[in-house]
C-alpha cells in the first residue's frame, strides 16, 4: 500500500513538472530576450573594437557654431491662376447679369411709410456654370433702395 502510494505521488509530481513546461512553452515570451549579465557593459559582437576606440579617441567640443543663411523662396507662377483671372479670360458675351430684389413689402421705407426707389445694385458674387460646348458666367448684383423723401429731408438711409 505505501509502495502504490509513493508510486502516484512520484507520477503526481511528473505530471505537474510536464503540465508546468506545457504551460511555459504555450503562455511563455515568444521572442528571444537578451539577459544582460553586466548592465555597465553592453554585449555585442565588436565590444572589444568599441572599447578600445572609446579609449583612444577623443571627440572635440564643438565650440564655434556655424550660422547658415535662410533664403526666400520666390512664389512660382506656374499653373496658379486664381478665380478672378479665369473669369477675366472667358468671353464677355456669355455673361448673364442677375439681380437680387427685395421683396415687394419691403420696398417700403420704415420711417415714413413712402416708396424706395432704385439707385443702383452692389456686385456680390459670381458662379460659374458649365454647360457642355457652353461656358458662362453668371453675374450677381444686388439692388440698392433708398427713400427718396428721407433723403431730402437729410435723413440719408441706403437699403440692400
Not at 33 to 55: G, I, R
Amino acid at each position: 500500500m505505501q509502495k502504490e502510494i509513493d508510486e502516484l505521488k512520484m507520477e503526481n509530481q511528473q505530471l505537474k513538472q510536464q503540465l508546468a513546461t506545457l504551460k511555459k512553452l504555450h503562455f511563455g515570451p515568444k521572442t528571444e530576450k537578451k539577459m544582460t549579465v553586466y548592465p555597465d557593459v553592453e554585449m555585442s559582437l565588436f565590444d572589444e573594437v568599441e572599447v578600445e576606440a572609446k579609449q583612444s579617441v577623443k571627440e572635440p567640443a564643438l565650440e564655434e557654431e556655424t550660422v547658415v543663411k535662410s533664403h526666400k523662396r520666390k512664389k512660382s507662377s506656374k499653373g496658379k491662376t486664381s478665380v478672378k483671372k479665369l473669369l477675366e479670360l472667358l468671353p464677355k458675351e456669355n455673361i448673364e447679369n442677375r439681380y437680387i430684389d427685395l421683396p415687394e413689402d419691403e420696398k417700403v421705407c420704415k420711417q415714413c411709410g413712402e416708396l424706395l426707389h432704385s439707385i443702383g445694385a452692389d456686385h456680390v458674387r459670381d458662379e460659374v456654370v458649365y454647360i457642355p460646348a457652353q461656358i458662362k458666367v453668371i453675374r450677381y448684383y444686388q439692388r440698392s433702395y433708398e427713400c427718396r423723401h428721407c433723403s431730402l429731408s437729410g435723413d440719408k438711409k441706403v437699403i440692400t
